[in-house]
């Protein structure tokens, strides 16, 4: 029996490269570099791609998607899942921003009143989950009944609002040449980060999503948590849905149904987002910058296959295979990673 | 003797129970408030829906029962719809069935396995085979509507049979009696319990991940593929966008039928019942001239519920577990003082 | 001359640096039952994972059944003859009794109905003595001894010739361990044989042939059980080197209590407990597992549901209702399972240590880094963690250093009470030793801290006093003075004098 004082499992401090090597998979590795290798071949042969318009036009597709994904990944993040009803939220929301604008509320006081149903839809939500219900079922469940109401308040139908109507500034305004809303996804991916790094309300994030347990016996509750991620990634929805009827005018339950840009599915979009960014589904590990990292990486293979001239179908196509493809890669990285205890 | 039999089997069941009251529950309303309700042709269409909604829920009542869920299922009866409207001008409408279904069980057994042999989660693993599919089914229908030009098919497919029944319908009744006698009967069927109830559990005790995990995921390809050739057919067309609405309408008859999403719990009697509620709902509504998003409305809520009414019973039931143990303990309290009589006790 | 049914000898097995087992020999006869000793650490459960087919890593003899014998999984021990039932139990809570027992193996029948199931299961339940249950009643109705006897029942399915029970009856009360020793005297009467591990030494008295003495890896000594008497065992148990690691023990000076626990009734007691704690001392509670020790412990720290029952500390009268209520009232509690809910893994050592007082480092809600840092560092410092290693994963950790990080997090609230379940589980010895010196230290700057631990030779000379338990009942209170192993021992395994020295 060893009477050793000294902790057995120091490791020596080799280079970064040396410790990447030893510790992941070797499949994880050749996969990556394969992808590496198609996707700098992509870069180089797609006409126009290394633009500055063309730079600014991945980051303004991806800025949608990406503000959704950032405030799902708060919810990931503490250990919550996902919520199925993303796209449902901002169907809502849109509807009641335009209600308002059509109204001739004006701008501030719209995004008040929209702000108030995306409080609303996050809290019941974040309660339901916190008391213990299965986030995937409750939030499936709340998508019918968001997009019900939705459809219900609008008739199915189109609302629109005539310009000039002061919003226009969020919809297609540009700032030291880039678009409103490229300079609000960048905004809100660093107050994000800041928040999840900074303050001790991020700090509770990661403890509660790395053990939920541990969480509870430190004096930290899952339920609060809960309530407070949800409610965080309805209003980044209502946001997204406010900017993107800005952008139209008008507002309909469906804009972000399957029609919805070329992949479809706003939901499956943002999901897509936040594991492609390299977040532990388990909760714990990530951050938000990940997830806006994930969102301009989609955006980017989209745009370089538009480049190349693909139909939607391969495009979609590409996006699904990234996000398996970046499953089986975590999923690897990590059991190799772990398998030491 | 049978009424005694009959008690203790409610008192067995009780998430049956539960599930075939809300069922007939749903029919009354509907059968009261709408005259062509129960008319033989309102049995027929119901009979008609239920063939393809049931095997969805049958496959999401699998995939919960297993302690997964199939969030692909959609886009696979997709594909399995384009295939077959797309192929059958050309091969000829038995072939592209046949082409359509393997496919979709192929796929189904390829995610079962990624996810048993790499240890992913089905949930996330099928968020991504989701989108993979519906690029998939795009290319196959070259981004358009596919449409079938000789219509004596679709007849064929709802040429009525039995009064109730077409060749549809019954196809998918042979499918549940076998998967129920699959589920009941065999080893292998008890395995598929067993992971879902209790993983860790399962996997100590000796169990392979791997086959009851690719059996349950081929069932559900292969109903998702079934389901969406019915559909394919019976219309003449197909959109590779389309079928989305199966997800939440298999879920939610999976639910009223009794599974937990804890896993390990549930059965195909339950699916039917399950399924048959949805569809009473579906139809029901479609009658009184509701707009489709509000049908979604009502399966959000009815969603909702049935987990509420689920997570209720769970907390019910540990409390009744505690008073055991708390009985348990003052049982063994007077034992042990009755013994004492006469020991040394400081 | 009967032969050998298991016989191992010269079985080395070594973990990196450490070594579990060193030139360990041990035999099985058929038909008999041999018991299995030794302190936690002593290299019982290596030697079973070994001999059950869960570890072919090892070096030396392994014979079974007269043939050689290296397994490369537990199913080929099985199929050989060889089944183990272990602590953690394996069943489905959602499956009925039937199917669970006739789960998985080769003759578990492909096809059959629940009905066919349940006959063909009906001798196995005779065999553990579940007679009396239907075979169609689902797991989760049953009680724990039951369910124990449930997952006996599927190994002996299998028809084994060898059964290891790995402390079969450590949550069992008294009825249940009574029917798994009547078991084993019916398998034994059938030639079977059975290795009983076991902490429970008046239930190995009262079964076992003979009993192996496992300590430090070695095996020291194999009696035959007539042959040996309790005060032996326990010293050939524990030996008498490793006291050294214990600092003197401290007697409290204070004598008004810090806390008084009054009337406190845990899920798992048989009656309400009063207890008085004292700053500056070591309460220790002793008893084995299902004493009850562990459950007093978490209810005091609002972790556990209680029938009754409240504290008393600085005048005031409360009753924590959830882990909060205790940390405002300075009550910290550290479970025994550090993996499942007292470590953070994946995260920082840094995040660790300070997730107990997000208050003290946040400024408006924002987290202070120096503050974080100085308040780590001096908590690893108190704690002989490396700081230079505060930013790394709490995974790479030895269990050494992330029990003390598991303990060290809660100094940050400034603890009045300190409760441990079980300091130095899975603790390599250099780290218990410097555990102990923390834990004393603190006791001595007035601290009251209380530990509970089924480890014999902790409970025995870390605390100042002690109060036993014995199967949900406070059974007696051993002053500084009449603390010693033996008494202990007597205490918490047999208070009431009901095991006989024969069989």
Known sequence: MSSASQPINQLPKPSILERLVQRHSKLAIALVVVFIIIFVYGMVTAPNFLTLFNLKTIIRDAALVGIMAIGLTFVTLSGNFFLLSMKETAALCIIAFATGMASGWGFELSFLFTMVFALLAGISQGALIGIGGNPIVVTLGAAGVLYGLGAYWSDNLVVSYRRPHGAEWLGTGSFLGLPNITVAFILIAISAELLLRKTSFGRQVYLIGANRAAGRATGHENFWMAIKVCTIASVCSAFVAIAFSAQVSSAQVNYFSSEFGSSGDMTIMVIATVMVGGNSIMGGFGSTLRSSFGAIFISTVDNMMVLHGFNSGPRVFAVGLMIVFSIIVFAILRRGSRSEE | ?346 | MVEQLLSLSEITRSFGAINALKDVSFDVKPGEVMGLVGENGAGKSSLVKIIGGFDSGFSGQFTFAGKQARFSGPVMAERAGIAIAQQELSLIPTMSVAENVLLVGDNVPKIATKRQLRKLVKPFLLEVGLDYIDPATSVERLSVGERHLVEVARLIAHDPQLLILDEPTAALGETDSIRILEMVERLVKRGKSVIYVSHRLDEIFKICDRITILRDGRSVAVKKTQELSVSELVNLMLGRELENMFPKRISSSSKIPLLRVRNLWPDGLLEPVDIDIFPGEILGLAGQLGSGTGEILSAIAGAHSIRGGNLEMDGRVFMPKTPNDAINAKIAYCSEDRKHDGLFLGRPILENITSTALKRITNFGILQPPSEHMLANDIAKGFTIDNSRLLSDAGVLSGGNQQKVALGKWLAINPKVILVNEPTRGVDVGARAEIYQTLHKLAEQGTAIVVASTDLQEITNLPTRIIAFYRGLKVSELGYDEVSAENILTQITDPFGAAKLKR
């Not at chain 2, 989108?131 to 358009?144: D, N, P």
């Not at chain 2, 939610?252 to 009697?269: C, N």
């Open chain 2, 1 to 346: 003797m049978t009424v005694e039999k009959i008690i203790s089997f409610i008192k067995q069941k009780p998430d049956l129970m539960f599930a075939f009251m809300l069922a007939f529950f749903v029919y009354c309303i509907f059968a009261f408030t709408n005259d062509y309700f129960m008319t033989h042709r309102t049995s027929f269409a119901i009979m008609e829906r239920f063939a393809v909604l049931g095997l969805v829920g049958l496959a999401l009542t699998l995939c919960i029962i297993a302690g997964e869920i199939d969030l692909s299922i959609g886009s696979n009866a997709a594909l399995a719809a384009v295939i077959v409207v797309r192929f059958t001008d050309s091969l000829g409408a038995p072939t592209a069935l046949l082409i359509a279904v393997t496919v979709s069980t192929i796929i189904g057994l390829i995610q079962g396995y990624f996810i048993a042999y790499l240890r992913i989660r089905a949930i996330v693993l099928t968020v991504g085979t989701l989108m993979l599919l519906r690029g998939i089914s795009l290319f196959v229908a070259e981004e358009k509507t596919v449409m079938l030009t000789d219509f004596r098919i679709p007849d064929f497919i709802t040429t009525k049979v039995l009064w109730y029944f077409s060749p549809a319908s019954l196809t998918v009744i042979a499918m549940f009696v076998l998967v129920a006698l699959f589920m009941n009967f065999t080893k292998y069927g008890r395995e598929i319990y067993a992971i879902g109830g209790a993983r860790k559990e399962a996997l100590a005790a000796g169990i392979s991940l791997k086959r009851p995990m690719i059996i349950v995921f081929a069932i559900s390809g292969f109903c998702a593929g079934l389901g969406g050739v019915i559909i394919g057919l019976r219309s003449g067309t197909a959109q590779a966008l389309g079928l989305q609405y199966l997800l939440l309408a298999g879920t939610v008859a999976a639910f009223i039928g009794g599974v937990s999403i804890l896993g390990g719990r549930g059965g195909v009697i339950g699916a039917v019942i399950g399924a048959l509620t949805v569809n009473f709902l579906n139809t029901g509504l479609v009658f009184n001239v509701t707009p489709a998003f509000m049908v979604q409305l009502y399966l959000g809520i009815l969603l909702l519920v049935v987990i509420m009414f689920q997570t209720g019973s769970v907390i019910f039931e540990k409390r009744q577990r505690r008073y055991q143990i708390l009985k348990d303990i003052d049982d063994r309290r007077e034992r042990l003082k009755k013994e004492m009589t006469g020991g040394a006790q400081p």
